[in-house]
């Protein structure tokens, strides 16, 4: 939804990645996705959110995660090659044509081993799934008006202490103020103010990218 965080200046934007580490093959995921898919390109992560993702997963030690949303593949790849030694990535998405970009890159990347894409609607992903996999991190970056099926579904399937990260949160800034607002806007804010009174995790909400909710299971 963003290709930088709300509010960040280019200069600031390119001073934050000059002091993140990044590498040639995120590089060439990001350059590639606004090339050759440059009308929908911002529905990847801001690049900011790549590193942040990797300190991330490395920090929590994450064996089990799934993420619902891929795209071409970036937040993916950040996740995969993060993961502990035996970790695993389910990913669910429903276009066969970006995730081909995604798993050229996955593969320069040596994680294909770790990436168990499924394509299909996610909720019926998820329903398929057995009931004891406990994840440790999941990622809804997916239609908005979904996001509240997906939570329903993945928030008993997290480990105690395990971590959801929801993506897009603030639309751009229009969940205040008096600004006109699409459906995906106003599924948003409903959505928002569910998670908030769920008293199954611990929320914040991150002014990183387009906004990022944090929340940690109980």
């Given at each position: ?12 934007q ?5 002091h ?27 690049p900011?959110?790549?590193p942040?993702?990797e ?10 995660a799934?993420?619902?949303g ?10 995969a ?8 990535l389910?990913c669910?998405?429903?276009s ?6 995604a ?17 299909g609607p996610?909720v ?5 799934l ?9 990622f ?10 997906y939570w329903?579904?993945?928030?008993p399937r ?5 971590v959801?990260?929801?993506?897009n ?9 008096d600004a006109e607002?699409s459906?995906?806007d ?6 928002n103010?569910m ?5 199954r ?18």
């Amino acid at each position: 939804m963003a290709f930088k965080t709300i509010g960040l200046s280019d200069e600031l934007q390119q001073y934050v990645l000059d002091h993140s580490r990044t590498d040639p093959i995120i590089d060439d995921l990001i350059a590639e996705t606004r090339s050759v898919l440059s009308d929908v390109a911002n529905l990847q992560i801001a690049p900011e959110q790549a590193p942040f993702f990797e300190v991330l997963v490395r920090s929590l030690n994450v064996r089990s995660a799934i993420e619902i949303g891929t795209f071409t593949g970036l937040s993916a790849l950040t996740i995969a090659r993060n993961l502990a030694p035996g970790g695993r990535l389910i990913c669910c998405d429903i276009s066969e044509e970006y995730t081909s970009i995604a798993r050229r890159y996955w593969e320069r990347a040596g994680v294909a081993d770790r990436v168990d894409l499924r394509i299909g609607p996610a909720v019926e992903t998820l329903r398929g799934l057995p009931a004891d996999i406990l994840f440790d991190l999941a990622f809804i970056d997916a239609d908005k008006v979904g996001y509240p099926a997906y939570w329903a579904e993945i928030v008993p399937r997290m480990r105690p202490g395990g971590v959801i990260l929801v993506d897009n949160v603030l639309r751009g800034g229009r969940v205040v103020g008096d600004a006109e607002r699409s459906a995906d806007d106003e599924a948003m804010l409903a959505f928002n103010d569910m998670v908030v009174r769920d008293e199954r995790v611990t929320v914040a909400m991150l002014p990183i990218a387009d906004g990022i909710t944090y929340a940690v299971r109980h």
